[in-house]
């Protein structure tokens, strides 16, 4: 019987988010000009704009259920603003920015060779995501060259017009990207590999800006974050005593532990904690129909346990033939990694 416990890591390094920063547009917009500020290229102006018409209503995203798969429009460049390839750079961050100004405008800019900046994806105000650069190339968003090649860059719409703050959808849609971002490409969910524009190294920049709540992001980034065996945790808090049971009777064990790791535990998803008896050990198979086993495993009873929460794991026992069994316990992350450092283990007696 093969033990689990699956959990999400979550650690999301920060390292700076990039904005693009447009001078607000006057009250007469027929003769006013934005300034696509260049992240590390220079700076261009653009011609004025033709007035605007009214932005299109947008409905309210319904309710998702998180953490969910992030659905992306492909929206490809034209090979503006980017360049081809990582030159052989790992992927070690991500950096958080907002656009300064709407969505379409947002497109638009990254697709003018002379703006000199792009991201890999936008976010809009409602959470859908555009994709203009392939994780695997290197758009121009941070403002230094190193970290363009080592990051995944992820603007979010906010402007004074179509999206004055940011929505729930986006901080789920953002988190989404990086969770999986960091599935594909091995770095930590922590603020040492997550970051916002103006935390990169001789950054201008101010963005994401104070209204941007990293508390809340790194715990969204908690509960959709791989897992992995240097993320998954736990300690032990406590268990109930040790049954003693008849030849044909029922009893129960169950155990308390605390999720010590940084990612949350997710009843349900590939994040469930799961504890199951060490090794497969058939050898304590007969102890009946109760007993936890790869297809019935002890899954934790709460829905969702948060790091520093704790979970609590029941599994059946039946008592077959007389005697004293020592039965160690084990979580295993998803993926195969042993969880064998508590020590876990119960004692059932059969009188």
Known sequence: MR???SVVVVCVTVLSAVAIVAAAVRSDPATAATTYVAL????VAAPPEAPRAAPPARVAAPALPFPYEPQREWLSQPWTNMTHGRDGASI?????HYTDISYERTLRAFNIRASDVSAHYVV???????????????AWHAGNYWFNL?????ELELDKVTNRVFREEQYQAAAALTCSASARWGFPLDRAHVAGHNEIPGSTHTDPG??????HFMWLLSLCAPPNAATVRASFVSQTPYPEIAPNDVGAVSVVLRNAGGTAWRKGTPQEARLAVAGNDTKLAFLGLGWIAPDR?????EDMVPPGGTATFTFGVKGVLPGTYRVPLR????????????GLFAVITVR
Not at 297 to 301: E, L
């Open 150 to 154: 080592h990051s995944i860059g992820i």
């Open 210 to 215: 104070p209204t941007w709540n990293w508390p």
């Open 124 to 138: 809009r105000g409602d959470g859908h995501i555009a994709q203009l650069v392939g994780e695997s190339d290197t």
């Open 3 to 5: 033990g689990w416990v």
């Open 331 to 342: 979580g295993v992350v998803d993926g195969g990694a042993w969880m064998d450092d508590l």
């Open 40 to 43: 590390g290229r220079g700076s």
């Open 92 to 96: 070690d961050y991500v950096v958080i």
């Open 297 to 301: 495993p002890a899954v934790q009873a």
